[in-house]
């Protein structure tokens, strides 16, 4: 009797333990949401707005990871902290204390005081959702762009390459076959027609063929021709240093700088626009993203060292015009307008940069032939502009205002 | 054996006529001396004595060709600029040094407003601050996603002064470097216009 109703005790008990349990985690959980939980959605615009510059939930990188925040501290700390953190620090929290310390070198955190006590909490639940999600490698959460890259020339040689090969295996293959019918009917030569004979006779007379002037005439053309060719090119390539692509110092690539990541050429090379030479950037133009960019790469080792020490790097040096002919790149990048690849080529396809225009004096004055000057705007050309049009109905180009002079250029 | 002579001679000739320049050869120079200048030039150094083309300077650091110029120089261009109408204005910008935090200077842009100067300075943007700031001031360009910690100038930034953004330019500010050594005072000044107006989009 008392056995079977202690057994249904139990079994109740055990359901209304259950029970419990199950209400109580519910009852937790929405209070949980009560007290740190807003609109994740109205957060992230907020946390984007407002922390991104020096916050990331995964890492740290102005100021703190903010992935756990709300276990390490509540949220009645951290209302105010965003709101005032100078004032935190100064109450003597140690914790305040201690993350300005850690964190001296970026400075105090800006206070935010516009922001309501709401707008945190959304903050934070952003956060909270954010955690719980694997962190982006990339870093600001936007995809890698891609960079269109023009087709190698290698396929094509690969192709002319091929065909060649297949037409000698031809050219083989169907001498052997005629090879093989000659003897095969010179075995059966009594069964030939007498008309068909020759076939057995055609022998190609070599040594008169190699003997005849024509012959002689033929090859020696050809054998003078390629020498003096060979010869003419390789004079013609004296002070001429088109495709040259020495190896740096620091293997610094056009192609990801201004091709990926789309980085002015102004950027690092300040003087094109005001003076005459277009600059090799210094060591702290470089720190400006290498601060932050791969700031332990082996390979920008030389540029730290010349961070700190002011030596300067020494790039070998690819664009050298002699000393008889004065250029200015100012003169032609901001007067005239012309864009950095007209004679530098796709800077931006680069690896290594290498030398792409001959920089030679007939491609100089070709341009200046061909080139029409860009005169509007510029107070400079209206007179010019004014007597040439007296005098001419085509547009004034670089050679009608003494652009072939040879003063202009050799001084 | 005739043969073998042709065949030998032909392989030669093949080769002469083949042989191309590699791309770390230079080349010949006709009159090296004008290719590497004796007189001192900028961007180029030869630092071994005894080199025939020995062209450095021996009393700057490290021979340099080229220096900076010394402390608290002023440009004298600053002075006759269009733009400054008061002694005050244009020496603002030598006032202030990387130690005078940004909010604690207060300046008046000395150029002012105009459709141009904004279009002048769009352009400057463009140059200068876009791959991080990105084209509409967002801190999405190409380099600033990779980059880490660039602001919203609509948002964080948005209230940010005209002299903390010019003081922002010269000396950077948090993970930004100093930029002053690549845009001039004026064209800095043109930025800030034009950074106002992508903090009021």
Redesign the interface.
């Known amino acids: 009797m008392f056995l079977n109703r202690y057994k249904t005790f139990k079994r109740l008990s055990l359901v209304t333990a259950l029970f419990l349990s199950f209400f109580a985690h519910f009852y937790a959980s929405a209070e949980d949401a009560k007290a740190a939980i807003g609109d994740p959605a109205k957060g992230k615009e907020l946390f984007?707005?407002?922390?991104?510059?020096?916050h990331?939930v995964h890492k740290v990188?102005?100021g703190p990871a903010l992935k756990g925040i709300l276990e390490r501290r509540k949220i009645e700390w951290i209302i105010p902290w965003v709101k005032n953190p100078a004032k935190v620090i100064a109450s003597g929290d140690p914790y305040a204390k201690k993350l300005a310390a850690d964190f001296q070198s970026?400075?105090v955190m800006?206070g935010f005081g516009a922001l309501k006590d709401d707008d945190i909490k959304n903050i934070m639940a952003y956060v909270k959702e954010e955690e719980t999600k694997t962190p982006d490698n990339?870093?600001?959460?936007?995809t890698t762009?891609k960079v269109e890259v023009k087709q190698d020339t290698t396929f094509v040689n690969w192709v002319l390459g091929g065909f060649i090969v297949v037409l000698l295996a031809m050219l083989v293959a169907l001498l052997s076959v005629m090879s093989i019918l000659r003897k095969y009917i010179a075995q059966n030569a009594a069964s030939l027609a007498e008309e068909d004979k020759y076939i057995l006779e055609d022998k190609t007379d070599w040594k008169t063929i190699t003997s005849s002037t024509g012959f002689r005439f033929t090859v020696a053309f050809l054998?003078i021709g390629?020498?003096g060719?060979?010869t003419l090119d390789s004079l013609v390539?004296?002070?001429?240093?088109q495709?040259?692509?020495?190896?740096q110092p620091i293997p610094f690539s056009h192609k990801l700088h201004a091709g990926?990541?789309?980085?002015?050429c102004?950027?690092c090379h300040?003087g094109v626009r005001?003076g005459k030479?277009a600059?090799?950037p210094?060591s702290?133009?470089c720190?400006?993203?290498h601060?932050?960019?791969k700031k332990d790469s082996p390979k920008l080792e030389k540029v730290r060292t010349a961070y700190k020490t002011?030596?300067?790097i020494?790039w070998v040096?690819v664009h050298?015009l002699?000393?008889?002919a004065y250029f200015n790149h100012s003169q032609h990048v901001k007067v005239a307008g012309l864009e950095c690849q007209k004679c530098h080529g796709p800077v931006q396809e680069m690896e290594?940069i290498?030398q792409y225009a001959p920089l030679t004096m007939g491609w100089c004055i070709n341009c200046h032939r061909e080139t029409v000057v860009k005169a509007e705007g510029n107070k400079y050309y209206d007179n010019l502009l004014k007597l040439h049009n007296q005098v001419s109905s085509d547009p004034m180009k670089v050679k009608d205002i003494g652009g072939l002079e040879c003063s202009k250029c050799h001084y | 054996m005739k043969i073998v002579k042709y065949t030998l001679l032909s392989i030669s000739f093949i080769g002469l006529v083949s042989c191309t320049k590699s791309v770390e050869d230079p080349g010949t120079e006709y009159a090296p001396a004008m290719y590497h200048s004796r007189a001192y030039e900028p961007l180029t150094q030869v630092t071994e004595e005894g080199n025939d083309y020995y062209n450095s300077n021996p009393n700057n650091p490290y021979k340099m060709n080229m220096r900076a110029l010394p402390k608290n120089t002023i440009k004298i261009s600053h002075f006759n600029a269009n733009y400054y109408k008061n002694p005050e204005a244009d020496l603002f910008f030598y006032k202030i040094s990387k130690d005078s935090t940004g909010a604690s200077v207060i300046a008046t842009n000395p150029i002012p407003k105009s459709e141009a100067v904004i279009a002048e300075g769009k352009e400057l943007y463009g140059r200068y601050c876009q791959h991080c700031h990105g084209e509409t001031g967002k801190g999405d360009g190409e380099v600033g996603k990779v980059f880490g910690g660039v602001p919203n100038y609509a948002g964080a930034a948005k209230d940010r002064s005209e002299s903390s953004i010019f003081y922002t330019i010269t000396y950077g500010r948090n993970r930004m470097g100093a930029h002053g050594s690549q845009i001039n005072v004026l064209d800095r000044w043109k930025i800030v216009h034009y950074v106002q107006t992508l903090q009021n989009q």
């Open positions: 984007d707005n407002n922390c991104a510059s020096c990331n990188m102005v970026a400075g800006t990339g870093g600001g959460g936007g762009p054998v390629l020498i060719k060979t390539s004296i002070g001429m240093q495709g040259y692509a020495p190896e990926k990541y789309k980085i002015d102004n950027y300040t005001i030479h600059n090799i210094s702290n133009i720190m400006n993203c601060s932050q960019i002011g030596k300067p020494e040096r050298n002699p000393d008889l290594v290498q």
